[in-house]
């Protein structure tokens, strides 16, 4: 900084003010490499004779020509992270003054990145189609710059031959169908990624079998969860099959096994609890395994069928997956009191299923997270079913038993780029007259809601979907908190339906008319669709009342026995059902009685 006096003879002025300048930085130097690995990349420089604390600019090429900064630092190392494997970069930095500034640059550096391993492909499944054919299908690997994966298959012996593919598939695909296999044999395939760099993992758990089999009867069965390749751990693991052929009013039963890969003789799984035993003789079909009995090491795992005739599949098919304490994927564990806590890896790369289960219900949750919905490449997923802390069910509305509190490792809530994760609870139905069991509330009249922190109060956030044939509730969420479904008040009192109609007790067509059994559902005359709330009073055609009944508790559902309020059956004849419900116009429905 400089300031200047004028002097006339020995008198001086006055001092201006001062102009200040910043001298130029020397260029840095000695730019070198601190490590290179698969991924990332550490350098650092010499700051050449500037004083602490200079600014220094970091810069990134794949061809020496066409350069991206990469940091900016007041240090002389830097980081550099997202890096492909068997890949060249270039690194040159320069030094900058507190005016803004450049020098010179110190480099270029080149630097190679080694070769990557990819991680195996995820979720392979095998199954029998007809003609002697086997269907495969498979996630992705989540690791980027795959160009293919590589199927094999034993020869016969029981054991994957890795010595040359079966086939290859560009890294776009992700299902296969094979060519008609020899008959009547179990067929084993695995699967292994393919990284540009010429790296082939080698993986021995992405490994599923099959029969090949000229036609497909009777019932047959797979195991969905756990995925086949993946590690687990816990004292109440999920096994879950889903059906491949017949439906599940053809199944007795369906018996859960495993064994050590390798080995020859399956056992049946002890089931964890009494609630969900092995066999399992109701749909979903599932058991809770406990595995911390066992060594860490890969065994097989598959679901044998068998009909109402007694007849088991002769043929089901297998997945492995590998018991893992320490470095394991999957871990559920018992909380007490019928809760059950899973915690899953996800990855962002790829679409992630979490399905989980508590110890006293039927009711399967399953969380669908998609690619790109996480803000790290990779986190845990936490899912306690029916969670020790829910609240109370919002008023005039039903709980039906499905919850489920769900969080990220990574500390998100919202999920990223507009994503939003699908929550799926299955509800029982096994009568199938849409009433959903347990209650009286019809499926239509279901919903999942969202428990909103902030104002301690659960809200309608998203659209439910109900599918009566699977019998499930889907709800799509942007974020993840706790959630619950319900049944809930139908929007209006003219959705009500009174049937049979007219009622006949005595016809003998139970299609109209049962006489009443508070044990029976479908006796008496029923009034469906009902607000939580509701009053119902029945008049003769000359406006005496006969009978008046109702509810608060939301049970969607009520029943007219045909009697009058002293216990008498009413006479054949037209009735008039006046219902009324807070909020809502008054709704008359004309009855008919025959005996």
Request: charged share 15%; aromatic share 8%; net charge negative.
């Amino acid at each position: 900084s400089v300031r200047v006096a004028a002097f006339a003879k020995y008198v001086s002025g006055p001092l201006s003010s001062s102009g200040t300048a910043v001298t130029h930085a020397e260029p840095p130097s000695g730019l070198a490499s601190l490590f290179v690995t698969q991924s990332s990349a550490a350098v650092q420089w010499s700051l050449n004779g500037n004083p602490a604390g200079t600014f220094s600019e970091l810069q990134r090429s794949t061809d020496a020509a066409a350069y991206a900064v990469r940091a900016g630092t007041l240090a002389t190392t830097a980081y550099d992270t997202g890096l492909l494997g068997c890949t060249s970069y270039y690194y040159r930095v320069r030094n900058r003054n507190r005016s803004g500034v450049d020098t010179d640059f110190d480099g270029p550096l080149f630097v190679r990145t080694p070769a990557s391993t990819p991680s195996a492909p995820g979720d392979l499944s095998a199954q029998s189609v007809p003609g002697r054919q086997v269907s495969l299908t498979w996630n992705p690997s989540a690791t980027e710059g795959i160009v293919a994966y590589r199927l094999y298959k034993d020869t016969g012996a029981g054991v994957v031959d890795y010595s040359t593919p079966y086939a290859q598939f560009s890294a776009t695909t992700f299902s296969t169908t094979t060519v008609a296999l020899s008959s009547g044999a179990i067929h084993l395939f695995g699967l292994r990624a393919v990284h540009r760099c010429g790296v082939e993992e080698k993986n021995t758990h992405a490994v599923a079998s099959a029969w090949a089999l000229e036609s497909l009867d009777g019932v047959r069965a797979s195991i969905k969860v756990p995925a086949t390749g993946k590690k687990i751990s816990g004292n109440r693991v999920m096994v879950m099959a889903e059906l491949d052929t017949g439906s599940p009013v053809d199944v007795s039963s369906i018996l859960f096994q495993y064994r050590s890969t390798g080995s020859a003789t399956w056992t049946d799984i002890v089931a964890a609890n009494v609630n969900h035993p092995n066999p399992d003789r109701e749909q979903p079909f599932f058991v809770h395994w406990d595995v911390t009995g066992l060594a860490d090491r890969a065994y097989d795992l598959r679901a044998v069928a068998s009909d109402v005739l007694g007849a088991s599949d002769p043929a089901p098919g297998s997945i492995t997956v590998l018991v893992d304490s320490v470095g394991f994927e999957v871990r559920e564990t018992d909380l007490g009191s019928g809760k059950v806590k899973k915690e899953q890896a996800v990855s962002n790369e790829t679409s992630n299923t979490v399905a989980t289960a508590e110890s006293g219900s039927a009711v399967v949750t399953k969380v669908v997270l998609p690619a790109g919905a996480l803000n790290t490449t990779d986190a845990t997923l936490t899912a306690t079913a029916n969670p020790a802390t829910l609240p109370a069910p919002p008023a005039a509305a039903t709980s039906l038993g499905a919850s489920i509190e769900i969080s990220l490792s990574n500390g998100q809530s919202l999920l990223s780029n507009g994503q939003t994760a699908a929550i799926v609870f299955n509800y029982p139905d096994d009568d199938g007259d849409g009433v959903i069991d347990g209650t009286q509330v019809r499926a239509e009249n279901a919903e999942i809601q969202t428990f909103d922190v902030p104002t301690n109060a659960w809200k309608k956030e998203f659209v439910t979907t109900v599918d009566k044939v699977k019998r499930t509730l889907t709800g799509q969420t942007p974020h993840f908190s706790m959630f619950a479904a319900f049944g809930v008040q139908a929007a209006n009192l003219d959705a009500i339906r009174v049937y049979p109609n007219p009622y006949k007790p005595n016809g003998g067509n139970a299609d109209e008319g049962r006489p009443f059994s508070r044990a029976d559902p479908l006796s008496g005359v029923i009034f469906d669709n009902l607000p939580a709330v509701v009053t119902i009073k029945i008049y003769t055609l000359t406006g005496r009342l006969v009978s008046e009944f109702g509810t608060t508790a939301g049970t969607g559902a009520l029943q007219w026995d045909g009697k009058n309020d002293s216990g008498e059956d009413v006479a054949s004849g037209g009735y008039f059902a006046v219902i009324t419900s807070p909020g809502a116009s008054t709704v008359v429905k004309k009855i008919g009685v025959i005996r």
